[in-house]
């Protein structure tokens, strides 16, 4: 490993990021087309609902994290942001409730890959048929998912090149064509299975249980804070930085808002699929205007871009994690790398927890079921997750007032609660419509699933809190010690909850000033 230099002092570092370079990594980070089908349900009320978590979701968490991540960038990303607020037990239930949402995200991600591949065939009742079928779902899904796992096992990384063509392939170039074809076929004056009407905007909030779905949008929009780091590489950041986001924003909300809406044109909503109707509305699209083979392609490149994807996400957090738990954090079974220096234990704990979940397919009572109870088991965890994230953003503004932020919320004290107070009511808000049964799935008993997202959350969270209160001291490693700063309310000699007072700088040549 090699350790580039430090700059001079009194040099300023080159900005290796445009505007719009940041603003189509956020897109690439964030969309994806699988969850438009359970927006697609409302109509043209979806409009309304992914306005209102752009506005309450999206662009806080933009926000909030680019002032985090530029104040904090040591290793650790969420772990070190919370952990600095109310210490590291609290930074441990975030990074491990990162870790463990997309590890349930993967069931539900793969199910939609291998749907896709079903619509390959010629014959679209039989594709229905077969992308239905619990047996073929499972086998697919965990032959997959632990095939992506030998892979990172074997030391061999995805390049970012497999990861710009598969969001190009699979996601960019499908919503484009989708668009497109609604577009063209509403133009055209042809019959549609959506109400047009400007009242149908607003959302009926007397028929509570309907909004249960839309909290799913809140997790259409997470992933932005992980470029957040990069607002340190944008020249004139306070202006470019917002500016990127403004734009990634925009576009995100089109591209989700635009391809809801063409589902909705040609699926009526009687029959709209959660795991099926983005295939049948390509299908649809192409039967009418004489090309039925080119659905084949699409569900190709849709399949193809999430497996790119998945394979990337596999080792991702995993390595995440194994950097925090190589602190002390973690046991050291879960600390052991193999002879590629990958944390093979890690690896294949979570492929088991995969494995379960995706067994969950035979035990409910359809594919569909068990795809909106894993989702939404996914938005909640993440949701905690982004819970600690802001409140410990508005914590860090009152205890550590005079550590440097090279990016700032605007309009200062007052920006960051409101920028993270509004992440924090709509992420309540989805937080609690995520426990609703929706009325458009059935879901087996309504109790019933209610329970297993409660006792999935209760669960999740405990099980950090419960590694963090049995850690013993011999799970530091001396690697990882050396390899992870301490918490600057470490070195400043105080607790997380007392006001800072100075500010101790760690030089690696000098050693520690203040």
């Known amino acids: 490993m090699t350790t580039a230099a430090p700059a001079k002092s009194g040099t300023l570092r080159k900005a290796t990021l445009g505007v719009m370079t940041l603003a189509i990594m956020n897109i690439t980070a964030v969309v994806s087309l699988r969850g438009l089908p359970a927006e697609a349900e409302y109509g043209l009320t979806s409009v309304f609902y ?41 930074g441990f239930v975030a990074i491990f409730l990162l870790w463990v949402e997309s590890t349930i995200w993967f069931p539900t991600v793969l199910t939609f890959a291998w749907v896709s591949l079903a619509f390959v065939g010629p014959n679209q009742k039989w594709d229905v048929a077969l992308s239905a079928n619990m047996v073929y779902t499972i086998i697919a899904v965990l032959v997959v998912y632990w095939g992506a796992t030998l892979v990172t096992l074997r030391g061999v990384k995805s390049s970012s090149a497999i990861s710009k063509w598969g969001g190009l392939i699979g996601t960019i170039i499908p919503a484009g064509i989708l668009i ?49 780091i990069h607002v340190k590489e944008i020249d004139n950041p306070s202006r470019n ?49 004489g090309i039925p083979w080119a659905g084949s392609i699409v569900a190709l490149a849709l399949f193809a871009g999430v497996i790119g994807g998945v394979t990337v996400w596999v080792s991702g957090p995993s390595a995440a994690i194994a950097v925090v738990g190589r602190a002390g954090y973690l046991p050291p079974f879960f600390q052991k790398l193999n ?73 200062g004290s007052a920006g960051m ?24 799935i059935s879901v087996g008993s309504p109790s019933t699933y209610i329970g297993i997202l409660i006792a999935g959350n209760v669960i999740f969270v405990a099980i950090p809190l419960l590694i963090y209160a ?14 992870f700063e301490a918490f600057g309310w470490e070195l400043e000699g105080r607790n997380p909850s007392e006001v800072q007072t100075k500010v101790v700088v760690v030089d690696e040549n000098k050693g520690v000033a203040q």
């Open 180 to 228: 497109l074809l609604g577009a063209i076929y509403l133009i055209e004056g042809r019959p549609v299975h959506i109400d047009l009407g400007w009242d149908k905007l607003i959302p009926d909030f007397s028929k509570f249980d309907n909004l249960v779905l839309a909290a799913g949008i809140f997790l259409f929009y997470a992933g932005m804070e992980m470029n957040a």
């Open 50 to 90: 992914y306005i209102f978590a752009a506005i309450f979701f999206l662009i806080p968490v933009s926000i909030v994290a680019a002032e985090l991540a530029t104040a904090w960038p040591q290793k650790g990303g969420v772990f070190r942001w919370v952990g600095e607020a109310f210490g590291p037990r609290w």
């Open 339 to 411: 002879k590629n220096g990958v944390a093979s234990n890690l690896l294949i704990c979570q492929g088991l927890i995969v494995t379960f979940l995706a067994i969950m397919f035979v035990v409910l009572p359809s594919v569909q079921a068990a795809y909106q109870i894993l989702s939404q088991l996914t938005v909640t965890l993440y949701l905690i997750m982004y819970f600690l994230m802001f409140a410990a953003a508005i914590h860090l503004r009152h205890t550590e007032p005079i550590t440097k932020r090279p990016y700032v919320v605007p309009f």
């Open 417 to 440: 609660w409101i920028f993270a107070g509004a992440g924090l009511v709509g992420a309540m808000i989805a937080f609690i419509l995520s426990f609703v049964p929706p009325s458009q």
């Open 241 to 289: 930085y917002p500016l990127a986001i403004l734009i990634s924003s925009l576009a995100t909300v089109a591209i989700f808002v635009l391809g809801t809406l063409a589902i909705g044109l040609v699926v009526p909503q009687s029959e709209i699929n959660l795991t099926q109707s983005l295939l049948v509305a390509y299908n649809d699209f192409f039967h009418f205007y």
């Open 470 to 483: 049995n850690r013993k001291p011999h799970w530091k490693t001396t690697e990882g010690a050396s390899d």
